[in-house]
């Protein structure tokens, strides 16, 4: 019996994993896929915190709230401002090396990004999310005693008894079978639900299995309306995934133009290419129906090529080798689903509406991305309200007093996963995507309802997640952030709330 199961290992599942262990907790840590396998690993911006003499906490507030058009919970928003500076300091405690001003090892070099005001965003170049992983990942090996890792196991299900979180069912890979798990408290750190798009920047197992398992045991969810589309992930069609162009890029300097050289930003916003990510993915669409292009493209060939190299060694090897050299190239963009807002609700220490349950990282709905996320509050997020949890298990880590069962249960897989996967994705592309209708969604959700005879194991938390999102979405009935409704295209004060799903 280990005092926490960890349900994930990206930034959020290793942070509580290493805090416990350090806090003298027994920890079990448990990931689908191999590790590293998160969307941590594909991070490449940065990660907000305000260090620098000029930047203030009010500004990082202020920045946030106008990103999350009036739906961020503030004191939340100011929790994760003011918690930045340490969570960045436990970063680098644990080895994260970010990148420094040549010259001057004690100044971090700040990047700036959209939306922004200041330049806030501590990076590793651009592979931030890879030296996260790595440093993590070799902190736990520390910890051999303290924290039980095991991959390749997909958790199926979370286990209640009286009304509280006791474990989970997990299905090692390639077995055919299921075992339960039972601890004295869950942390779900799942991620998020990018893969339940067609075009989506985020790794496989971003399906957010989390969001249906914790609404199957009555959690509450909420904000799932909210999926960020990323406005410029690399056109490159003989890519097996998708590459995301960061926002950096854009903060460097990079202009977007149509076919033609239009800087079609120029009539949209006052912030042009910088604008908000929103407003950006629904320009470049709308730029792509009106001149009937597959993608749009971002300019940086105005800037030293030696400068693009030290600031974007990764994007600027990813390009040439699709034989795009973007020092003299332009770079082809399309829109990708890439970072869900909304998730299982938690409170300011990350407990969700279950007893014994905890979620955090982008699985959770703590409210600081109100309508739409501030670029680099994620991983921050995830760090900042992981520590919280730690601090509130550590205090309220109960003794068991549940029964014990074995689980022995047969997995069947009969039907094409892969396939039925696809479906789900067109579907919430075509239905659920960056501008929605109601009928539109209407008609999505009937569609999920269709795939749902006979749904196996693996395949019914992702057809399960995606009917909640659209269910999230035909709750709004208006356009704020993320969410762009054709039939009512203005905000609308009576929907200025957050809405939750529960099981019935
Ligand atoms: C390409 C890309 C670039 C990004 N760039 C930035 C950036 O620059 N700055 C920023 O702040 N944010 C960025 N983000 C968002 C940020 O990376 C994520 O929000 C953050 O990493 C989420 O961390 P996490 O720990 O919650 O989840 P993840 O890192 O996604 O980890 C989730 C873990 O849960 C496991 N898991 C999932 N389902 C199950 C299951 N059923 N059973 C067992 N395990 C399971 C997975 O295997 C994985 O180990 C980016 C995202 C992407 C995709």
């Not at 280990?2 to 262990?21: C, N, P, R, S």
């Not at 709230?65 to 969570?87: H, M, R, S, Y």
């Not at 806030?120 to 996260?132: F, P, S, V, Y």
């Not at 992702?462 to 909640?468: T, W």
């Amino acid at each position: 019996m280990h005092d926490i199961l960890v349900i994930g290992a990206g930034i959020a599942g290793l942070t509580v994993a290493l805090k416990a262990a350090e806090n003298g907790m027994s920890v079990l840590l448990l990931t689908k896929g191999a590790k590293p396998d998160g969307s941590t690993n594909y991070a490449q911006g940065g990660i907000a915190a305000v260090t620098s003499p000029e930047d203030t906490f009010e500004s990082h507030i202020a920045d946030t709230l106008e990103a999350g058009d009036g739906l961020c919970k503030k004191k939340q928003v100011e929790i994760l401002t003011k918690n930045a500076p340490n969570a960045i300091e436990q970063l680098i405690k644990w080895g994260v090396n970010f990148t420094t001003v040549k010259d001057d090892a004690n100044s971090f070099d700040l990047h700036l990004e959209g939306g922004h005001s200041f330049r806030r965003i501590l990076h590793t170049a651009d592979l931030t999310g890879k030296e996260i992983m790595r440093a993590l990942l070799a902190k736990l090996k520390q910890h051999s005693k303290g924290i039980d890792f095991i991959e390749r196991s997909t958790v199926l299900d979370l286990l209640m008894q009286k009304s509280r979180c006791v474990g989970a069912i997990v299905a090692e890979q390639n077995a055919k079978k299921a075992r339960a798990i039972y601890a004295k408290t869950v942390v779900l750190a799942t991620g998020g639900a990018g893969q339940l798009w067609l075009h989506s920047t985020n790794p496989p197992d971003a399906c957010g299995d989390g969001f249906s398992m914790a609404y199957r045991i009555g959690a509450e969810l909420q904000d799932l309306e909210f999926m960020q589309f990323h406005p410029t992930s690399l056109y490159a069609p003989q890519l097996r995934k998708t590459f995301l162009i960061s926002e950096a890029v854009r903060g460097f300097g990079g202009i977007l133009k149509n076919h033609k050289g239009k800087e079609f930003m120029n009539d949209v916003h006052p912030l042009r290419s910088l604008a908000p990510r929103d407003i950006v993915a629904r320009a470049i669409l709308r730029e792509m129906q009106l001149t009937g292009k597959d993608y749009m493209y971002l300019d940086v060939t105005h800037r030293k090529a030696k400068d693009i190299k030290t600031h974007f060694p990764n994007i600027y090897a990813k390009c040439l080798e699709c034989k795009i050299d973007i020092a003299k190239d332009w770079i082809p963009v399309v829109p990708a689903a890439h970072y869900m807002c909304g998730g299982v609700l938690v409170d300011s220490f990350s407990r969700t509406t279950i007893n014994g349950l905890y979620a955090c990282g982008e699985v959770s709905a703590t409210g600081v991305h109100g309508a739409n996320r501030l670029a680099s509050n994620s991983l921050l997020e995830s760090v900042v309200f992981a520590l919280r949890a730690c601090k509130d298990i550590e205090k309220n880590c109960l003794n068991p007093d549940f029964k014990l069962s074995t689980l022995n249960s047969q997995l069947s897989t009969t039907r094409d996963v892969r396939k039925l996967k696809k479906e789900v994705q067109t579907i919430m592309w075509e239905h659920c995507g960056i501008v929605r209708s109601m009928d539109g969604l209407k008609i999505g959700l009937e569609k999920l309802k269709k795939l749902e005879k006979g749904a196996t194991f693996e395949f019914r938390n992702f057809l399960e997640s995606a009917k909640l999102v659209m269910e999230s979405a035909l709750k709004r009935k208006e356009s704020r952030g993320l969410q762009c409704l054709t039939d009512y295209p203005e905000k609308n004060p009576k929907y200025l709330k957050h809405y939750t799903i529960k099981r019935k």
